[in-house]
């Protein structure tokens, strides 16, 4: 027998990587931390390789509480979440939280099983075009069909989610191609001549709006979620205090102002601030950074800032015009184009009239409510704001119990709220908690749901419990959907059809069912003393806090209104 040679052992040696070898070799070389994923047919090869993966898998009780605690996860840390779906129903499980994340522009990777390639498209079992369900809810997808592009397709999903205006990215992986043996693929890097964002802005853009701000005498910043993106908190407070410009706040870009500063004005919009709302309908020039200038904010178009010169400074050139003609484009990253404005170190015209008009509605417009026997929402708010020092992250489901948290939880910092904006999601908040805390262990975090809201992801109670997640789990409780019930009293004399509940389980029993203390709490007294002792422990507990069933978001700006005609300013 001839004598082995030295290449041969070395090639014996070598072992053969699978298609799911080359996605978790890819995932790890991307500092992959956590994957949020639920195993099934299809993505049984994957798995099989993430039994010996050094990247902790997060086991969701279902597949769209999996997406929403990766949203959640991408909030806080920035960070593109992993999701691993099934083919069939695992992978339609997730269509909502890619189009919550699309619409919030949150970066996700998202991979979906597929059937083996021999039988696509032959309705084979748990066989779904998600490619077809997916395209218009997803920044980018794609199939693999071969070996040797995974690595190059990994690589890129990630440039995608991650770069330019962030948002989910889904790639569908055969069954048959997770588990073919392979040789390593060459490294490639990433080369996409179809896709460069913009992201230094126009220097002459920039000079028309120093002007411009130089010539204003009620000039208005409208801050969305694109500031808390591109990490540019502080150079928005260096150039609002520079010319001295008020700041309102989109829903999304809670945060990125911080609330104690005398600039900032409060949350424009449907249930945004009496003195928010009028400052952008007064304003003689509308500086947009990061928002969409979404119909909740806006109002009835035809009376947004009317007499407004308007300029918009996002990263999406097809954000910029689409819904208000704007005068003053800037295409860029808003960290780039703040940091160039400040530079400029134009003169402003004296504002302090303006400054204090908003600062006399601040005074005599602020958010209220009635005190009475029942207990308030609005006053477990100013609780918790209180005993955590405004420095806890808070995220929550949709609803009334979503705007009295943004209305009453005075953000000081960026990357501290996640809330479903744009798709306005039920059921995101408790799962949208788990990967926030994840992201930053050390966060006391806040997870506020409606009673309506918490029943379509309390499942995911077993995680918070598996992993001794320190989630205080927040539900407003009122018997009803809050929201639905408001409109249906303002809007459809008050015929509440199915939005009261007519049967309700006990949430603290429930929570105690999975291991986690429970309180029922129905006075102001009583939410002080237990949230004390709660906030003390690094442990999950629930809270449910009986609210005032017939309580309204106040103010609030009817459909087909505009901002200046607000309902419910004062008692």
Not at 173 to 182: V, Y
Not at 287 to 293: K, L, Y
Not at 327 to 354: N, Y
Request: glycine share 8%; net charge negative; aromatic share 8%.
């Amino acid at each position: 027998m001839l004598q082995e040679t030295a290449f041969e052992k070395t090639k014996a040696q070598v072992k053969p990587l699978t298609g799911a070898d080359l996605l978790l070799q890819a995932l790890e070389k991307e500092n992959v931390e956590f994957i949020f994923g639920y195993p099934g047919g299809a993505v049984l090869p994957i798995y099989d390789k993430i039994y010996d993966s050094k990247i902790f898998h997060v086991l969701p009780r279902h597949e769209q509480g999996g997406i929403h605690a990766a949203e959640g996860y991408a909030r806080i840390s920035g960070k593109p979440g992993v999701v691993i779906a099934t083919s069939g129903p695992g992978a339609t499980n997730i269509v909502t939280g890619l189009a919550d994340a699309m619409m919030d522009s949150l970066p996700l990777v998202v991979f979906t099983g597929q059937v083996a390639t021999s039988v696509i498209g032959t309705d084979a079992f748990q066989e779904a075009d998600i490619l077809g369900i997916t395209t218009p809810i997803t920044k980018y997808n794609c199939q693999v069909r071969n070996l040797e592009d995974i690595p190059r397709i990994i690589k890129e999903a990630f440039y995608i989610a991650t770069s330019g205006r962030p948002g989910p990215v889904l790639i569908d992986f055969p069954k048959d191609i997770a588990a073919t043996i392979s040789s390593v693929p060459d490294e490639k890097e990433v080369d996409l001549p179809g896709y460069q964002p913009t992201t230094q802005p126009n220097y002459l853009q920039i000079r028309k709006l120093t002007e411009a701000v130089s010539a204003a005498k009620k000039p208005v910043i409208l801050a969305g979620a694109g500031v808390n993106f591109a990490k540019a908190s502080a150079e928005l407070l260096e150039y609002a205090e520079q010319q001295q410009i008020p700041v309102v706040h989109t829903l999304l870009g809670l945060g990125g102002f911080p609330a104690d500063n005398k600039l900032f004005v409060g949350m424009g919009g449907m249930h945004g601030c009496y003195a928010a709302n009028m400052a952008l309908y007064e304003s003689d020039l509308l500086i947009n950074v990061g928002a969409r200038f979404d119909d909740r904010l806006t109002g009835n178009l035809a009376h947004f800032a009317p007499n407004a010169v308007k300029a918009h400074i996002d990263i999406d050139p097809a954000e910029i015009g689409k819904i208000i003609p704007t005068k003053i484009p800037i295409v860029a990253d808003a960290k780039e184009a703040l940091s160039m404005l400040i530079k400029q170190k134009g003169l402003h015209s004296e504002h302090r009239d303006w400054l204090e008009k908003i600062e006399n509605w601040k005074n005599e417009y602020p958010y209220y409510y009635k005190e009475s026997n029942l207990l308030k929402p609005q006053q477990v708010l100013e609780l918790l704001f209180e005993k955590t020092k405004g420095e806890a992250i808070v995220t929550t489901d949709v609803g009334q119990h979503q705007m009295w948290a943004a209305q009453y939880y005075q953000f000081k910092e960026s990357n501290r709220w996640v809330t479903s904006g744009g798709l306005g999601t039920m059921g995101f908040g408790l799962p949208s908690s788990i990967g926030a805390q994840l992201a930053d262990p050390k966060a006391t975090v806040l997870a506020i749901s409606g009673d309506g809201g918490f029943q379509m992801c309390s499942q995911e109670l077993a995680l918070i419990r598996e992993l001794n997640l320190p989630i205080k789990i927040i539900i407003f409780n009122n018997q009803a959907l809050g929201m639905v019930r408001q409109w249906q009293e303002f809007f459809y004399e008050s015929r509440f059809s199915h939005s009261k509940e007519s049967f309700q389980p006990s949430f603290v029993a429930l929570a105690e069912a999975y291991g986690i203390k429970g309180y029922q709490i129905s006075s102001a007294k009583e939410a002080a003393s237990i949230l004390d002792e709660v906030l003390a422990v690094r442990e999950p507990v629930l809270l449910d806090f009986r609210i005032d069933p017939n309580e309204n978001v106040y103010p609030m700006i009817a459909p087909g209104k505009g901002l200046h005609e607000m309902v419910g300013m004062k008692p």
